[in-house]
DNA sequence: TTAATTATGAATACGTAG
DNA sequence: CTACGTATTCATAATTAA
């Protein structure tokens, strides 16, 4: 009974803080201008100003070559620049040394359009593909081939599933090498597109100052979205990857912090310290990105080097909680004067689930949970362990001891009677996580849904707390975007946190979990429009726009992409980044830089 | 048809002995 | 420095039950 006071408490909270929150309508059309025109010439000179700005010629001449062009061409298109743009001199140089190096693959490709496919025909692009490559690659003995994808191929496929057409992808793909990741892929991809953008508007304007990176907002209406996504992602790389050229190092593996306290954990705050965002990662809007933490090697730095090069805060949440959650958090929110989330949830075992401990063996030393994932052990595994203790009267020997211990580690088991173990029941896994009470319970979700759901799912406290420096700087409230939003996380947290939510367009593929919010959002009275979509990859720039012009904008994007293929306890098909659900991550991205484009233009 | 049950290791980090 | 043991891990898929 006991067990159960911390969740009625946080119960009450959630239902009762709804009131008084005097939501102001938003302003009808406080940015006005969401048509382009006067927008673009500003976006592009910021982004201009981001990467110029270097007044030596000399430097200005290593900074190419360090970028891998001939010294010769750089002089060349520095004359012809004339005014020392870093970003027209660039566009020069791709111009031409994409002519000079492929110029029949870019100019006579069959499809000479760079089109965007829509995704939702994969199969045109697998069978294209296949034609493709057995076409210009020399194996092709047995249709074997096809069910065994190399990793040549399973590239190919994920920058189709990108979008890109396979034709830019092989040419990528020959370009780059067979062992270059996709990031250098997707980087080649958008600088050949750019380069070829740029000559398009040279041979039809042929004359003055027309080649900027602004014609790719210009042309925001017609060619737009991708183009603009495309030229972002080659300027991130291009920043970064030259820098590391200079500095000759390898990319340097992102260590885990021990112990994993991120920037601070309520028992120890900040240890005054300050971060300096990247210029390009500073908001409007906020933005929260969430992901395992263990995910494999490399993981975190490519998400790091997408998300504007912010540093992962890694934080495990047995510093929040009584169950261990060790993950990683790219954002760009404040971390200084955090506080916790009240009233504290429990921090050990004994305090969570009470009733264990009048069973729990004094071997048995654990104190917090281990991490609570997707399932649950079975029943057969706990008979035994039942069986293997019911030998022994007394204390069991040392290796059954440590038999029963590894298992119970495992599965994350409790004590609940005599030589009893069991997993945890739904709504104690909603109670460690910081859910109320029958949050998923209900309307139509499986008990095994139920786990799912929540095993996939946010530790509230942990995320309130890095929210909790927006409590000041958003009285009346905030418009959220919540993408891959699950069963509303976020969404809990800064309404435990006392701030109103204005409105909400959530993202969720599961229809059980979009129910759960939504009920959700009903019970506790909120003000406000819930927004649901179910398909991240169907929320384009166009749908963005309109959202925006009507909530004025977003305050805050947060997304925890799907873990499927990072975590470490997928047998399967823990394929990395690239995986078939992980690579959601890209849409995150994608979403998140549209928002920042957006929003930018109206300033 | 849906839901419940069950078995299925490896990648990674870290400590320590040598 | 390496080698080895310990500890942890937002899961998938096949099968059975309902």
């Known amino acids: 009974?006991?067990?159960?006071?911390?969740?009625?408490?946080?119960?009450?909270?959630?239902?009762?803080?709804?009131?008084?929150?005097?939501?102001?309508?938003?302003?009808?059309?406080?940015?006005?201008?969401?048509?382009?025109?006067?927008?673009?010439?500003?976006?592009?000179?910021?982004?201009?100003?981001?990467?110029?700005?270097?007044?030596?010629?000399?430097?200005?001449?290593?900074?190419?070559?360090?970028?891998?062009?001939?010294?010769?061409?750089?002089?060349?298109?520095?004359?012809?620049?004339?005014?020392?743009?870093?970003?027209?001199?660039?566009?020069?140089?791709?111009?031409?040394?994409a002519l000079e190096n492929c110029p029949q693959e870019l100019e006579n490709s069959p499809q000479a359009e760079p089109q965007v496919v829509s995704d939702n025909c994969s199969s045109d692009y697998d069978e294209s593909f296949l034609d493709d490559f057995s076409d210009t690659d020399s194996c092709h003995e047995n249709q074997e081939n096809i069910n065994s994808l190399s990793d040549k191929e399973k590239k190919l496929l994920f920058l189709a599933d990108m979008g890109y057409t396979v034709e830019e992808a092989s040419i990528a793909m020959d370009r780059c090498g067979p062992d270059s990741s996709v990031v250098e892929l997707t980087d080649f991809i958008s600088a050949a597109q750019i380069s070829k953008a740029a000559d398009a508007d040279l041979g039809e304007l042929s004359d003055e100052e027309k080649p900027r990176?602004?014609?790719?907002?210009?042309?925001?209406?017609?060619?737009?979205?991708?183009?603009?996504?495309?030229?972002?992602?080659?300027?991130?790389?291009?920043?970064?990857?030259?820098?590391?050229?200079?500095?000759?190092?390898?990319?340097?593996?992102?260590?885990?912090?021990?112990?994993?306290?991120?920037?601070?954990?309520?028992?120890e705050p900040c240890p005054i310290f300050h971060r300096t965002l990247p210029e390009a990662a500073v908001g409007p809007p906020y933005f929260y990105y969430e992901n395992v933490a263990l995910a494999p090697k490399g993981v975190w730095s490519t998400i790091s080097r997408f998300l504007y090069d912010v540093e992962p805060e890694f934080v495990d949440s047995k510093y929040f909680c009584a169950t261990a959650r060790k993950r990683g958090y790219i954002h760009n929110l404040p971390i200084l004067n955090r506080f916790p989330l009240l009233p504290l949830p429990p921090l050990t075992i004994y305090e969570a689930l009470p009733l264990t401990r009048k069973w729990w063996p004094s071997w048995d030393t654990r104190t917090k949970l281990n991490c609570i994932q997707t399932c649950v052990g079975s029943a057969k595994l706990t008979d035994r362990i039942r069986k293997a203790l019911e030998e022994w009267d007394g204390v069991p020997p040392m290796s059954v001891q440590k038999y029963v211990l590894d298992e119970c580690r495992k599965w994350n088991l409790v004590w609940v009677g005599r030589n009893k173990v069991a997993p945890l029941e739904p709504d104690e896994v909603e109670m460690l996580l910081g859910f109320p009470k029958n949050h998923t319970r209900g309307g139509g979700i499986s008990r095994t849904d139920r786990y799912k759901s929540l095993g996939n799912s946010f530790q509230v406290d942990t995320v309130a707390y890095h929210f909790s420096v927006l409590k000041d700087m958003f009285p009346g409230g905030i418009t959220l975007l919540s993408l891959f939003s699950g069963i509303g996380g976020a969404e809990i947290a800064l309404h435990r946190l006392g701030i109103p939510l204005k409105n909400v367009v959530a993202v969720e593929i599961s229809e059980t979990n979009r129910n759960i919010l939504r009920s959700w959002w009903e019970q506790t009275n909120q003000r406000g429009t819930l927004v649901d979509i179910a398909d991240v990859q169907q929320l384009n720039g166009d749908r963005l726009e309109q959202l925006i012009h009507t909530f004025g904008g977003f305050d805050l994007i947060v997304g925890g992409s799907p873990c499927n293929n990072l975590a470490g306890s997928n047998r399967v098909s823990r394929d990395g980044l690239e995986g078939k659900e992980s690579a959601l991550f890209y849409d995150y991205f994608r979403i998140l830089d549209l928002v920042k484009c957006i929003m930018g233009r109206n300033q």
């Open 213 to 267: 990176p602004k014609h790719l907002y210009k042309d925001y209406n017609k060619q737009k979205k991708r183009k603009f996504l495309d030229y972002r992602l080659w300027e991130r790389k291009k920043q970064r990857g030259y820098e590391k050229k200079l500095r000759n190092e390898d990319d340097e593996p992102i260590r885990l912090p021990n112990p994993m306290v991120g920037f601070g954990v309520p028992a």
């Open 1 to 97: 009974m006991d067990g159960n006071i911390s969740g009625e408490e946080s119960d009450s909270i959630d239902w009762n803080t709804d009131d008084e929150l005097e939501t102001q309508n938003l302003p009808p059309s406080s940015s006005s201008t969401l048509i382009i025109p006067g927008g673009e010439a500003s976006i592009a000179s910021g982004e201009a100003s981001s990467s110029t700005g270097r007044p030596s010629n000399s430097k200005l001449i290593n900074h190419f070559i360090g970028m891998g062009f001939s010294e010769k061409m750089v002089v060349k298109a520095i004359e012809q620049d004339g005014e020392g743009n870093t970003d027209s001199i660039l566009e020069y140089l791709l111009t031409y040394s």
